[in-house]
Every structure is written in structure tokens, then in C-alpha cells.
T-cell receptor, first 113, second 112 residues
Framework: DVKVTQSSRYLVKRTGEKVFLECVQD?????MFWYRQDPGLGLRLIYF???????EKGDIPEGYSVSREKKERFSLILESASTNQTSMYLC????????????FGPGTRLTVL | KNQVEQSPQSLIILEGKNCTLQ??????????LRWYKQDTGRGPVSLTI?????NTKSNGRYTATLDADTKQSSLHITASQLSDSASYIC???????????FGAGTRLTVKP
């Protein structure tokens, strides 16, 4: 079974703090994705990566950056957290072309106070 | 405007009853359409995947249908169980560029 794990299930941070969300997949997938999920809006793509050290902006990259130094790990960074970044963050991975079936992690519920 | 619209936004049914969830999309050109189930506090899990040439796909008590002409899909759940309580998300893949468009989901609650 594909396993995608995220470093934290719940996280509470203060405005202005730097936040790291980590995601690890164990199936040697080429592609990894970061989404945020908000009520009534569905999943929105923040960034994705189709290879080590490669990254592409999604629909809402502002206020975020990413890092992919190893194939199995994809990190999402909030340089200076703001209250409007309070959300559920979901990581996913997929093999082959980015449109192939994605496997999701359990999510991180981030609250910025 | 979202290119994938799901209805209803939420639904409550009694255990054992059937229900149908709708997904209308304007995404074009279209490659394939997927339905995901997301339990509370968990990530989405794939239920069905259909290409533009497929009209129906079943996975146990879940049956997805697709009408590529009218750009509509539905997910029918038969003999619902309490464990079916979840959000159901429709995802449309744009042909050739692997862009994915997510619906906002339908929140289903099955009551005993």
C-alpha cells in the first residue's frame, strides 16, 4: 500500500512565525503535491513537484514556498504565517505523469493565531 | 467560478437508503473524471476513475456514471451504511496537461 505521511496532524502557530510542513511518501513516486482545503472551496493546489529539486506553482502559491531535496520528501514552508493561512493542508503523491491517480496523506490542520 | 460544481452541498440520509451525488463540470478538453471519498480527519481516497469513453464504473456499492456530452457525472450509493458518512469529491483531469480541477465536495451523513 502507498503510504503518505505528514509530520503533524494538528499545529498551532502565531502570526509571523515560520512554519514547516513535512510530507514523506514511500512508493518512489515522481510527483508530489501540496493542497489546502477550506470549507466550500474544495482542494486548491499550492505547489507541486515532478522531480527532485523541481517545483511548479499551483493556483495559490502566494505566501508559500516548497522544497524537494529528496524524492520521498516534499516540504511546504510558510515564511511568515498569517491568520488567513489557517486551513487543512493535504499532501499527495502520484507516479508517472502528474495527472495519474494521487494518494493523499492524512492532512495537517494548521491554526494561525 | 469553479469549473467543477457539486450538488448537493450536504445530504443526510437514513442507513440502508440509496442516494445520488451530482457533479457538473465545464472543464475542456477532458481526460478523465474521478470520485474520491474523504473521511473526517483523513485524506481523500480514490473510489472510481472514468475516461471520457466510459459511461459507468462500479466499486462495490458505489456506481459512478458519466455523460461526457452534457458534462455531468453522478455517484450513486446503494444500501448506505454508517461508514459511508464522508465528503465525496469530484475531480476532473484536463486532457494533455494533467491539470486537475476539484469540486468543493458533498458532505454525506448517514444516520441510523
Amino acid at each position: 500500500d502507498v503510504k503518505v505521511t505528514q509530520s503533524s496532524r494538528y499545529l498551532v502557530k502565531r502570526t509571523g512565525e515560520k512554519v514547516f510542513l513535512e510530507c514523506v511518501q514511500d512508493m518512489d513516486h515522481e510527483n508530489m503535491f501540496w493542497y489546502r482545503q477550506d470549507p466550500g472551496l474544495g482542494l486548491r493546489l499550492i505547489y507541486f513537484s515532478y522531480d527532485v529539486k523541481m517545483k511548479e506553482k499551483g493556483d495559490i502559491p502566494e505566501g508559500y514556498s516548497v522544497s524537494r531535496e529528496k524524492k520521498e520528501r516534499f516540504s511546504l514552508i510558510l515564511e511568515s504565517a498569517s491568520t488567513n493561512q489557517t486551513s487543512m493542508y493535504l499532501c499527495a503523491s502520484s507516479p508517472g505523469t502528474p495527472g495519474n491517480e494521487q494518494f493523499f496523506g492524512p492532512g495537517t490542520r494548521l491554526t494561525v493565531l | 467560478k469553479n469549473q467543477v460544481e457539486q450538488s448537493p452541498q450536504s445530504l443526510i440520509i437514513l442507513e440502508g437508503k440509496n442516494c445520488t451525488l451530482q457533479c457538473n463540470y465545464t472543464v475542456s478538453p477532458f481526460s478523465n473524471l474521478r470520485w474520491y471519498k474523504q473521511d473526517t480527519g483523513r485524506g481523500p481516497v480514490s473510489l472510481t476513475i472514468m475516461t471520457f469513453s466510459e459511461n459507468t464504473k462500479s466499486n462495490g456499492r458505489y456506481t459512478a456514471t458519466l455523460d461526457a456530452d452534457t458534462k455531468q457525472s453522478s455517484l450513486h450509493i446503494t444500501a448506505s451504511q454508517l461508514s459511508d458518512s464522508a465528503s465525496y469529491i469530484c475531480v476532473v483531469i484536463v486532457y494533455n496537461n494533467n491539470d486537475m480541477r476539484f469540486g468543493a465536495g458533498t458532505r454525506l451523513t448517514v444516520k441510523p
